[in-house]
Nanobody, 126 residues
Framework: VQLQASGGELVQAGGSLRVSCAAS????????MGWFRQSPGKEREFVAA????????YYTDSVKGRFTISRDNAKNTVYLQMNSLKPEDTAIYYC????????????????????WGQGTQVTVSS
């Protein structure tokens, strides 16, 4: 699976942005998809994940109610809709995929994901 993230840009605090991740390969629909982010000087952290079917979504507490992950298996694409953006959301956002089933409690672990995109920069100005 090859992943290509896009859509990152500079936005004002309180604004919205949608980032996308296009996947190549036949295994997208059977892959658990995740979004992670990394700010300068910080470790990469889990943001959101979605089950293979799209029936279940999981979020880190800091983005609950503001971010929404979704996927379109027909387009081999996963999205992250980000609303009410805050300066602390500034980071490089990475999409990730796992062709293996991931237990819910392990979804936030980087090591569970086999494939990573190159990242897209999201900058939120105050």
């Amino acid at each position: 699976v090859q992943l290509q993230a896009s859509g990152g840009e500079l936005v004002q605090a309180g604004g919205s942005l949608r980032v996308s991740c296009a996947a190549s390969g036949r295994t997208f629909s059977s892959s658990t998809m995740g979004w992670f982010r990394q700010s300068p000087g910080k470790e990469r952290e889990f943001v959101a994940a979605m089950s293979r079917s799209g029936g279940s979504a999981y979020y880190t507490d800091s983005v609950k109610g503001r971010f929404t992950i979704s996927r379109d298996n027909a387009k081999n694409t996963v999205y992250l809709q980000m609303n009410s953006l805050k300066p602390e959301d500034t980071a490089i956002y990475y999409c990730a995929a796992s062709t293996r089933y991931i237990i819910t409690s392990y979804l936030r672990e980087i090591r569970q994901y086999d494939y990573w995109g190159q990242g897209t920069q999201v900058t939120v100005s105050s």
